[in-house]
């Protein structure tokens, strides 16, 4: 049985949905980011920085999502979900991998000062103005990038456009996404996928975000 260590709209949800899309059943164990089950010693013996996802698969447990995409699309390639060495793709999907994690570490950052200080007046506006700039600075280069492609890659959808699944709708509480109509487009294509539709069904409730839009404040 495939096991993945969860928490609601956050990274896990990328492979939750790349689970989905290659037909791979899984358990879900969920996680709460307040309850301090993150930093118990047989969690954090599953993932070293007690961050989700963690994924027990294959006898063997694995953690950080970009690294179980590369896992789960190298032994089973019969999805067609990867791009491998000697694939004239293979340069751009990791590209986009790696990209992916550039984008949700600023995501994080705009998460701890908005969301997780105790103390809201902590909170530096020069950090959440530099933080949301270059957030944005990202999308328009998605934007420019995308084009007139469906998907990430020129090819059609692959497992990378999974790691933007958490990405891009974490993105919509920072950045008005409506002055970005390509990405947009982009994620309504991503929502209009089954199996999108199917893992986002499993994903649990969110609890991190308790408003529509975080501005960014004056300061």
């Known amino acids: 049985m495939i096991r993945l260590h969860h928490i609601p709209a956050s990274r896990s949800f990328r492979t939750l949905w790349l689970l989905t899309e290659m037909a791979l059943e899984c358990q879900i164990i969920p996680y709460s980011i307040t309850d301090g089950s993150l930093r118990a010693p047989e969690y954090l013996a599953k993932s070293l920085a007690g961050r989700v996802p963690a994924l027990d698969i294959d006898g063997i447990t694995l953690f950080e999502s970009g690294a179980i995409l590369e896992y789960l699309c190298e032994t089973r ?7 491998f060495a000697g694939d004239p793709e293979r340069g751009k999907f ?10 949700a570490h600023l995501i994080a950052n705009l998460n701890l000062q908005h969301l997780f200080l105790k103390d809201a007046s902590l909170a530096s506006p020069t950090v959440l103005k530099i933080e949301t700039a270059r957030l944005t600075g990202t999308l328009k280069a998605m934007e420019r990038a ?7 890659l020129a090819s059609g959808f692959s497992a990378v456009d999974t790691m933007m699944g958490y990405n891009l709708f974490a993105s919509r509480y920072y950045v008005r996404m409506e002055n970005f109509p390509t990405l947009q487009a982009y994620c ?4 209009q996928r089954p199996a999108y539709q199917a893992a986002r069904a499993r ?11 975080y501005e960014v404040p004056n300061g």
Not at 188 to 191: D, G, L, V
Request: aromatic share 16%; charged share 30%; no cysteine.
């Open 77 to 83: 390639p019969e999805n067609g979900l990867g791009r």
């Open 203 to 213: 994903d649990g409730q969110q609890k991190f975000f308790r408003k529509d839009f």
């Open 146 to 152: 995308l084009g007139e492609q469906d998907w990430l």
């Open 94 to 103: 990791l590209e986009w991998l790696h990209f992916s994690e550039t984008q």
């Open 188 to 191: 309504n294509r991503i929502t």
